[in-house]
């Protein structure tokens, strides 16, 4: 690879992506990549979701087709040769159909290789192009850049056996894992330090969005059992959103008052990410029960930050743990999730930090690729299944 082209994420304070090129230019430099960020235009500055749930839907749609028109600008000047890869952070870019229309225009010699990462769409069931009726259009532009693209990358095995189900032909790449940096995240807790664990509060914290495919009535439910098992417990369960708390499906809002109301639950919203963090750095476990969350920047956060991870062993997450079965529990069990929180809010765990290890390494396995050393992470043999059987570290 000569030179790499990075097509980053726009930045939105309730989400990762706010520290998403820094994390991967961190990277790019220690490698000594020749690298340039194709610059994207936002519709406003206030990084917020407004459209949507994942990314904002205008926002998404602005950024995407105005980093296009740079890219292809570049390609225009003459920037780009075969020697140079395109890498776009989400498979799904408005205006990305012009590549192959103006690649297979052009001499070989200026033709660069393309790749993508697929962040979830129609291949997932829970995704939320199926909550809001997307899947069809969806599913022919995931072919058409399948058609064209020189590799996809997956975050784990389950999401490679998803895109073998649904027919995907381009040559799958599973980087295992979320693009990480844990220096950074550990940076921003300089002043006061990771916090001892028994000087934490015995909270436990729900960091996912309170939208239908991120499961909250099980979190409810598991309140609701904690407090009658334990009624006189010190135990407090939170929510933590970078925004106003809203969701998909209006009856998780009315039973989330309830809760409230009630003192079972505490709600906190409008998080920057340091104040998120600030909580994190002062709770005991981090609580998922999502039925879509792809290895999920919440566990390497938390495993970063000192605090217990308790996740379902559910599609990404036997990977993502190294199939650690005491901080993964029985989907959807209440009572295998009761059981292996009530250790997890008293003692650190032992492995504590190897997860957030092992995603620190992720942006490190995509240059790899990019640079076309990856073949171990290629997944196009007939027995490509057999990596499920052994623990990623």
Known sequence: MRKLLYCGLEPYRARYTLQLQDWNERVFKRRNIDYVIVPGETLSNDQAIVTGQVLDAHGRSY?????????????????CTNEDVIYFEDMFTPGIESLPYIIQQTPKVNRPRIFVRCLAQTIDPDDFVHVWDMQDWMGHYEKMVNDFADGVLATN???????????????????????YGKDEVRSRMLKNGIRPFHH?????????????????????????????????????????????????????????????????LVVYEDLEKNDYYEIVNNSRVVFNCALQ??????????????????????????????????????????EDAMNKLEPLLNNPHKNMGKISDWNDGTIDRICDILQGNGEEHLRMSPDYRKHVLTGKY
């Not at 950024?63 to 920037?79: H, P, R």
């Not at 032909?169 to 894992?177: C, E, M, T």
């Not at 009658?228 to 009856?251: A, Q």
């Open 293 to 334: 969350d792809w290895v999920s920047n919440t566990v390497s956060e938390a495993d970063t930050l000192g605090c217990n991870v308790l996740y379902p062993a559910y599609r990404s997450f036997p990977e993502a743990f190294a199939n650690d079965h005491e901080r993964l529990y029985v989907p959807w069990s209440i």
């Open 157 to 179: 095995e389950e999401m490679v056996a998803h895109m073998k189900i649904a027919g995907w032909k381009a040559p799958l790449y599973n980087i295992s894992g979320l693009a």
């Open 200 to 264: 934490r509060l015995p909270r436990v914290v729900f960091s996912a969005r309170w939208d239908q495919e991120k499961n909250p009535n099980f979190y409810m439910d598991l309140i609701e059992a904690w407090r009658e098992k334990h009624p006189d417990t010190d135990v407090v369960f939170s929510i933590c959103s970078g925004s106003k708390l809203r969701s998909n499906n209006v009856s998780y809002m009315e039973r989330t008052k309830q809760l409230v109301d009630s003192g079972k």
């Open 63 to 79: 950024f995407g087709m105005s980093q296009m028109m740079n890219l292809v600008k570049m390609m225009k000047a003459g920037e």
